[in-house]
């Protein structure tokens, strides 16, 4: 599976945006989906998840109630709308894709393919 992500900008605090992950492969709708950022000088983090179905997602707490993870299976894409940012939020973003249990979807180390990151910059 290859990952492309795309969407991020600059956008000021309190705008919204919406990074999509295109997927190539006829097996995407198998994979659970995650969404991982890494911001300047710190660890990537876990973002959010969505089961290959999309019927179940998963958020960290710093993002919940702010960003919304999709998918649409048919167009081999998932996505990621942001709103609400916040300065904190700035980060380089990655779309990834794994066949481990659900249970896991919020460990990186359990993803399988990555995108190759798009940048989220949010303005005070």
């Known amino acids: 599976v290859q990952l492309q992500a795309s969407g991020g900008g600059l956008v000021q605090a309190g705008g919204s945006l919406r990074l999509s992950c295109a997927a190539s492969g006829r097996t995407f709708s198998s994979y659970v989906m995650g969404w991982f950022r890494q911001a300047p000088g710190k660890e990537r983090e876990f973002v959010a998840a969505i089961s290959w179905s999309g019927s179940s997602t998963y958020y960290s707490d710093s993002v919940k109630g702010r960003f919304t993870a999709s998918r649409d299976n048919a167009k081999n894409t998932v996505y990621l709308q942001m709103n609400s940012l916040e300065p904190e939020d700035t980060a380089v973003y990655y779309c990834?894709?794994?066949?481990?249990?659900?249970?896991?979807?919020?460990?990186?180390?359990?993803?399988?393919?990555w995108g190759q990151g798009t940048l989220v910059t949010v303005s005070s």
């Open positions: 990834a894709a794994t066949n481990s249990p659900w249970s896991k979807a919020t460990m990186g180390s359990v993803y399988d393919y």
